[in-house]
């Protein structure tokens, strides 16, 4: 069972910045990313990390979302800039590891004038 432990998020204006953090339990895991959910919509990738630090990002994101991990916390990081209100969303973040899928409880990222 892998615990994932989030925080960041919160409420910004058009053009700011947020980071997210998540905390995984166990050791390096095969992927760890980040998805969102925005109001009304299906789940989506934002970006994911592979154990061996390769990552992918949304189109939406490319640019102005960056990903880094810190191994001797195990720690995710999501920088998020120039922040838009279509990123306005519930961000999970997720762990892959031995073919089970782990999710984070969410925070919300709100963009708003």
């Known amino acids: 069972q892998v615990q994932l432990v989030e925080s960041g998020g919160g409420s910004v204006q058009p053009g700011g910045s947020l980071t997210l953090s998540c905390a995984a339990s166990g050791g390096i895991h095969n992927y760890m990313g980040w998805y969102r959910q925005g109001p009304g919509k299906q789940r989506e990738l934002v970006a994911r990390m592979s154990r061996d630090s390769i990552v992918d990002y949304a189109d939406s994101v490319k640019g102005r979302f960056t990903v880094l991990r810190d191994n001797a916390k195990n720690t995710l990081y999501l920088y998020m800039n120039s922040l838009q209100p279509e990123d306005t969303a519930v961000y999970y973040c997720?762990?892959?590891?031995?073919?089970?899928?782990?999710w984070g409880q969410g925070t919300q990222v709100t963009v708003s004038s």
């Open positions: 997720n762990v892959v590891t031995f073919g089970a899928d782990y």
